[in-house]
């Protein structure tokens, strides 16, 4: 597999992938995908727009992520300073980068393609700070938890509650910049 740069076209010519493997991850419904598929789209034309992928060998999507400079007007920026105090919307989201989708097709998952999504993500991340939601779980048994607390993410809100949907998540956050680590841990990025 080879961790790529992913350009706004990249990422649109590789729509239906992307909802693809956003589903299968998330285990969502596919009226639900129809919806997320919009979004998705336009976040390409958003200030500060940095997206990844990791492809097979034989070119098939095994994972993406992407995020932009959060800033008020925004939907997701805008219910998360709605439920921070003003010293935490100060730290938080004065300049922030939002990661707004990291996800891995189930049968990669595992693998590290995460965390090496991730690691790239935050290196090309321009902000003080980074932003993520995630849903609630127990942090023990959560590949997704394990990996946000192994890059030192910190609680910002819990149990935060996001208009239409039932479940309850966390706002994760950390400084930027994150400092470099062996080489070994590199992200090998291939296109930037």
Same mark, same amino acid.
């Given at each position: 597999?080879?961790?790529?740069? !992913?350009?706004?076209?990249?990422?649109?010519?590789?729509?239906?992938?992307?909802?693809?493997?956003?589903? #299968?991850?998330? *285990?969502?419904?596919?009226?639900?995908?129809?919806?997320?598929?919009? +979004?998705?789209?336009?976040?390409?034309?958003?200030?500060? &727009? =940095?997206?990844?992928?990791?492809?097979?060998?034989?070119?098939?999507?095994?994972? &993406? *992520? +992407?995020? +932009?400079?959060?800033? %008020?007007?925004?939907? !997701?920026?805008?219910?998360?300073? /709605?439920?921070?105090? #003003? %010293? $935490?919307? #100060?730290? !938080?989201? /004065?300049?922030?980068?939002?990661?707004?989708?990291?996800?891995?097709?189930?049968?990669?998952?595992?693998?590290?393609?995460? $965390?090496?999504?991730?690691?790239?993500?935050?290196?090309?991340?321009? *902000?003080?700070?980074?932003?993520?939601?995630?849903?609630? $779980?127990?942090?023990? =048994?959560?590949? $997704? !938890?394990?990996? +946000?607390? =192994? &890059?030192?993410?910190?609680?910002?809100?819990?149990?935060?509650?996001?208009?239409?949907? #039932?479940?309850? &998540?966390?706002?994760?956050?950390?400084?930027?910049?994150?400092?470099? =680590?062996?080489?070994?841990?590199?992200?090998?990025?291939?296109?930037?």
């Amino acid at each position: 597999m080879r961790l790529v740069a !992913w350009q706004p076209d990249d990422l649109l010519r590789r729509l239906d992938d992307v909802v693809a493997v956003y589903g #299968e991850a998330m *285990g969502y419904r596919q009226e639900l995908l129809q919806t997320r598929r919009g +979004y998705i789209g336009a976040h390409v034309r958003r200030q500060g &727009f =940095r997206a990844v992928a990791t492809l097979t060998t034989d070119g098939r999507l095994a994972g &993406f *992520g +992407y995020g +932009y400079t959060s800033g %008020p007007g925004q939907w !997701w920026h805008d219910q998360v300073r /709605s439920a921070l105090d #003003e %010293p $935490a919307r #100060e730290q !938080w989201l /004065s300049d922030c980068f939002e990661v707004v989708e990291l996800h891995v097709r189930p049968a990669a998952q595992g693998h590290g393609v995460g $965390a090496r999504q991730l690691r790239a993500l935050l290196a090309m991340a321009d *902000g003080k700070s980074v932003l993520l939601s995630t849903p609630e $779980a127990d942090e023990q =048994r959560s590949r $997704a !938890w394990r990996l +946000y607390r =192994r &890059f030192e993410f910190v609680d910002v809100l819990r149990d935060f509650l996001f208009p239409g949907d #039932e479940r309850a &998540f966390a706002i994760l956050g950390r400084d930027l910049p994150v400092v470099d =680590r062996p080489a070994e841990d590199s992200p090998g990025i291939v296109g930037i």
